[in-house]
């Protein structure tokens, strides 16, 4: 099938033709013809990197009619990035037609500049909720007009915690509109928007639900946790070509990471919450134009990745929610190529290795880090191959031979290469003498390792005594989950990201680590905040540092689940293994 047999206009199908659209991906041929040809509402569930901007931005821009200027389709993306790229993606497809004005609203930019842009004029708004509440609150957007609603990255969203900003801004749209929702995965929050917004939804599946594209190989290395640095390195140096994306769970781990490889002579730049707008955009831009080659990454800051050709993605550390695996392994084997998916993991992680696979439905290979014989070997191949491809300008170098080859008459040929590998690979080769063997015992299954902490092994980070553990009143019953927590915190107490630590998410309460310093700042701060009318009631617990084990509560109040909770994560850490095993299954 070719992209003028779906219905489009002939100026969309010539600004697509340019920019080097060729056939349509799955999605693109089931969601585009139904859009143009059905005034309804839609659900499309792809795995990431399949093509679903086009599936909706195509048919949103060929509906649009250019002669109001008043806001006619509005999409709603969880970060900057993912917004940002959306509206460059829709200019491009409107590029041929006249008088079509998307406007990216985002926040961590002058606002002033976005109002005035749509103060002007605009058919079409993509934004962040955050944003979008404020400039709805300010009275600068007016959505009485807007025919078409589109949730992009609906899950992920739900999971950062929009849920509230979700439901306020839908309600400020017209009943008669229609909302096209596309996700990656299928979970019971995005089930729900879909109950509460949606009418008789048209429901289209590429692959099964939260299922993550079959072209990508899923690998994972089993390491101590002191040698995952250095299994990184060895992972990353065994593949000279790598065009990567590297994960971390927090903005410290995202840094550190980063500035190792930049130290250690690595291609590499990090990309978080800490950089401004400028320097994120900065970073992307030598990403996007392969002047960079790794890029170090957490989840929020990198989901608007939209980049062609990256081999790897490597997971530093697993994420907390199986949701996101999906979303970061998505970033490799776009447009119908190939890409590998790597997992370094501890031994106590075995387990989440097994329910990822029930989940996204694909298998995961394990593997060996690499011996330091066989890194180097590559390394050398690779480069003896760089040089026997480089083609020779005898032009420009021709007058300079007479002066090289005198002084290299009596050397062999073998004594140069010698020579110039020994120039270009005894740092390299000095450093690799000295790396031990880092893969770690582990099966697949993970069940001996696995249970070690539930034995009375010392859990992540529970047991810093640097660390403080928060009880909160709000579980998976009231729609609480990590990205709202996470969100509540940083907006209300000014905390840097990392000075949280392991989050435990159960039915009926939650439990969460930070920095002992901190702990003032989140009693004081957080006692007036709410979760959608809820109060969190935030207090602080024992254990986490504190000499007592049990991890009884401070205070007495809800008194059945402070007792429970101090069951769960008596010595033997339960609490920690079962909540994670939950976010891993759900």
């Known amino acids: 099938m070719k992209f003028n047999e779906l219905g489009l206009k002939d100026n969309i199908l010539s600004a697509i033709s340019e920019m080097g659209y060729e056939a349509p991906t799955p999605i693109q041929q089931k ?44 999409i709603i993306c969880p970060t900057r990035e993912l917004c940002i790229q959306i509206a460059r993606d829709l200019d491009a497809y409107s590029s041929k037609l006249r ?40 009275k600068k957007v007016k959505l009485w ?26 309600q400020q749209t017209p009943d008669h509109k229609n909302v096209w929702l596309f996700s990656a995965t299928m979970s019971k929050e995005v089930a729900r928007i879909a109950k509460n917004y949606m009418t008789e939804p048209f429901e289209i599946t590429v692959g099964g639900k939260n299922e993550t594209n079959k072209n990508i190989e899923h690998h994972y290395y089993v390491v101590n946790e002191r040698d995952r640095y250095t299994a990184l ?70 989901r608007g990745i939209d980049v062609d ?6 997971h530093y550390q697993l994420p907390e929610d199986v949701e996101n695996y999906t979303h970061r392994s998505g970033r490799t084997a776009r447009a119908g190529k190939k890409g590998t998916s790597i997992a370094l993991i501890n031994t106590r992680e075995s387990r989440k290795i097994k329910s990822i696979e029930r989940i996204i439905n694909s298998d995961f290979q394990l593997k060996k880090v690499p011996s330091p014989d066989e890194i180097c070997m590559i390394q050398l191949q690779n480069t003896v191959a760089s040089i026997t491809d480089t083609e020779i300008d005898t032009t420009r170098i021709e007058k300079y031979m007479p002066a090289i080859l005198e002084q290299f008459e009596d050397v062999s040929k073998e004594d140069v290469l010698k020579k110039f590998l020994s120039v270009e690979f005894n740092k390299f080769l000095s450093y ?58 940083l907006d209300n107490t000014g905390m840097n990201k990392g000075a949280i630590g392991k989050i435990d998410i159960l039915e ?35 254990g986490g540092g504190d000499s007592d084990k049990g991890g009884r509560k401070t205070s007495s109040r809800r008194n059945s689940g402070g007792d429970r909770s101090s069951r769960d994560r008596g010595n033997s850490g339960n609490s920690g293994n079962r909540s994670r095993r939950r976010s891993y299954n759900n």
């Open 31 to 74: 969601a585009i013809p139904y859009l143009l040809e059905n005034d309804s509402d839609l659900i499309g569930l792809a795995s990431t990197g399949t093509g679903k901007t086009a599936a909706f931005g195509l048919p949103l821009i060929n509906k649009i009619d250019s002669s109001s200027k008043n806001t006619q389709g509005l």
């Open 99 to 138: 008088d079509v004005k998307v406007t990216a609203v985002y926040g961590g930019t002058d606002i002033s500049k976005q109002i005035r842009q749509i103060e002007r004029g605009t058919q079409i708004i993509v934004a962040t909720p955050g944003r979008l509440v404020d400039l709805i609150n300010r």
């Open 145 to 170: 007009e807007v025919e078409t609603v589109v949730l992009d990255e609906a899950d992920e969203m739900l999971n950062m915690g929009f849920k509230e900003d979700i439901d306020s801004i839908l």
């Open 233 to 302: 390195k060895g992972i990353i140096d065994f593949s000279p070509n790598i065009y990567g994306l590297i994960f971390c769970r927090t903005r410290r781990d995202t840094a550190a990471v980063a500035d190792k490889l930049m130290a250690n002579g690595y291609n590499a730049e990090p990309l978080h919450g800490d950089l401004s707008q400028a320097q994120r955009d900065r970073v992307m831009d030598k990403f996007r134009s392969k002047t960079l080659q790794i890029l170090v990454a957490t989840d929020v800051a990198a």
């Open 309 to 314: 050709d990256i081999t790897h993605v490597i």
């Open 432 to 489: 690799y003498e000295n790396v031990k063997d880092v893969n770690a015992k582990s099966s697949k299954g993970g069940r001996e390792e696995g249970f070690k902490s539930r034995r009375g092994g010392k859990s992540d980070s529970r047991d810093d005594e640097n660390r403080q553990r928060f009880f909160v009143a709000l579980g998976r019953k009231d729609g609480f989950n990590h990205g709202a927590l996470l969100r509540l915190l």
């Open 508 to 542: 009926k309460f939650s439990f969460f680590d930070a920095d002992k310093s901190e702990t003032e700042k989140i009693l004081s701060k957080m006692q007036t905040v709410d979760f959608e009318g809820q109060t969190m009631n935030i207090e602080k617990t024992k």
